[in-house]
């Protein structure tokens, strides 16, 4: 088994990406420079040498022999004359050859002694063209040559422009090199404030991994201040988002346990009792097996109750869907109807569409009828009816029994809250059942993001309304 290494960090990773995007973006830059330079370099001696030779050209068709104020008639007077009269720049050779070998030259000190250095001077003389490069101990030359012949004619003359351009070359090499170490003090510099600005950038993210790391079941209630505008900002408003929703799931998970810890134990413990006392009697056995299955099915119910409960903590709790409300009331009314022996009452049907869970919306008006047909007699009324606007629609269950008591109004639709029942004698006592009917219908009014409501007046009987928005929870609605 090997430990796990440490990976890289993400301010480590953002520094590494930024200084190889820096390097890249710095060498293509000094990539892209030298290149500029190398073509100048190459242009600027190109355009001398031509340069030289188009002056060269123009004396020897228009100069005059200083001595005779006539053209030129010899092709050794016609260079030296030209040569007297230029002015070569530091790197630039000029001489004149005249056909017998003789070379002509300015009285300078050049870059290197070209006229003595026989092998240089034929490769320039013995190239078939006007211009090219060769090589001398110097460095490269760039060189151009003109062939003349004076105007008398007489023996022609070569005049040669050389040009040493290695200089030019070291002097590029040079600029390159200071480029290079500014360049390298800028990644450098880069480097750091990329270092400090990733840590700014990034320390809400540390402060979500830390938060993350000391949050625990117990403790779902730190949250990350959110002071910033920005993706940082927005990952840690999810983050508290994801925490909330977290805090809301365990809450319903321990409240889960809790409800159902707090409702099984006392079916519990019927059963673990009666059965313990259980004897040989087979009236005994059968009495007691009754009451074991009474008190299971019990237990299913709540549980069933609790697990619903549960769901209704969750997005896809209630699934909306357009239903026409007259249909939908009329089926509630049809299924209702078998609770009990009661007279039921069809005490109204909106017309129109709205977007619902029909299952829902049934299963809630069904368990209002369940509790009105628990807290009546045989006989006494029990109202059922829908009615719809452009905003809303309303169902709502009415009975004609003894009502709720205003102590329970605030209560009964939490969950194991039990209400009380009015006497004969005109006190009170604890309604029967476990207390989770009116949960599950709050349950489902909040999933469709309405409410149920208790209205009536307490011994004149209790009417229950559940509202709902038409349209389904701010979605855009239609008419009816």
Not at 392 to 419: K, M, N, Q, T, Y
Not at 469 to 478: T, V
């Amino acid at each position: 088994m090997t430990a796990d290494r440490p990976g890289v960090s993400a301010r480590m990773r953002i520094l590494l990406w930024l200084v190889a995007v820096m390097a890249v973006a710095l060498g293509s830059v000094g990539l892209v420079v030298r290149a500029v330079l190398i073509a100048e370099v190459e242009g600027d001696g190109n355009q001398l040498l031509e340069q030289e030779a188009r002056e060269f050209q123009r004396f020897a068709r228009v100069g005059r022999d200083p001595d005779t104020g006539r053209p030129f008639a010899d092709a050794g007077r016609l260079l030296f004359t030209h040569l007297s009269r230029q002015h070569a720049d530091d790197d630039e050779i000029l001489l004149g050859v005249m056909s017998d070998g003789r070379i002509l030259r300015q009285d300078r000190e050049g870059p290197y002694n070209l006229p003595d250095d026989a092998a240089v001077m034929r490769r320039i003389l013995a190239a078939p063209g006007p211009s090219g490069r060769t090589g001398s101990p110097a460095g490269e030359i760039r060189w151009a040559k003109v062939e003349t012949a004076a105007a008398g004619g007489g023996r022609p003359a070569t005049f040669v422009i050389a040009y040493f351009i290695e200089r030019d070359f070291a002097e590029v090499g040079r600029m390159m090199r200071v480029m290079g170490g500014v360049s390298g003090a800028a990644l450098l510099c880069g480097a750091g404030i990329g270092w400090i600005v990733s840590g700014r950038i990034l320390a809400p993210v540390r402060l979500v991994r830390r938060t993350a790391a000391e949050i625990t079941e117990q403790d779902l209630a730190r949250r990350i201040p959110v002071r910033r505008r920005d993706d940082v900002g927005e990952l840690a408003a999810t983050f508290n988002a994801m925490l909330d929703r977290l805090d809301r799931a365990f809450a319903t998970q321990r409240r889960f346990v809790d409800d159902a810890g707090h409702e099984l134990r006392t079916p519990i413990t019927i059963v673990r009792g009666h059965l313990e006392l259980m004897g040989d009697d087979p009236v005994e056995r059968e009495e007691t097996v009754r009451l074991v299955t009474d008190e299971l099915d019990r237990m299913s119910r709540i549980v069933e109750d609790l697990l619903l409960l549960a769901k209704a903590e969750r997005p896809d709790f209630v699934q909306l869907q357009w239903v026409p409300v007259t249909e939908l009331t009329s089926d509630i009314y049809a299924k209702v109807r078998a609770l009990g022996d009661r007279e039921w009452v069809l005490d109204g049907i909106g017309e129109g569409d709205a977007r619902v869970d029909p299952q829902r919306v049934t299963q809630a008006v069904a368990q209002l009828a369940h509790n009105a047909v628990q807290h009546t007699r045989p006989g006494d009324v029990v109202r059922v009816g829908s009615a719809l606007d452009d905003a809303c629609v309303r169902l709502w269950v009415a009975d004609s029994g003894p009502g709720v008591h205003p102590d329970d109004a605030d209560r009964i639709f939490e969950r194991f809250a039990h209400g009380t029942a009015t006497t004969a004698s005109g006190g009170r006592r604890p309604r029967t059942g476990a207390g989770l009917g009116l949960a599950i219908v709050r349950a489902i009014a909040a999933g469709h993001g309405g409410t149920v409501r208790l209205g009536g007046t307490h011994g004149e009987g209790a009417t229950f309304e559940l509202d709902l928005p038409r349209a389904g929870r701010g979605d855009g609605g239609r008419g009816g």
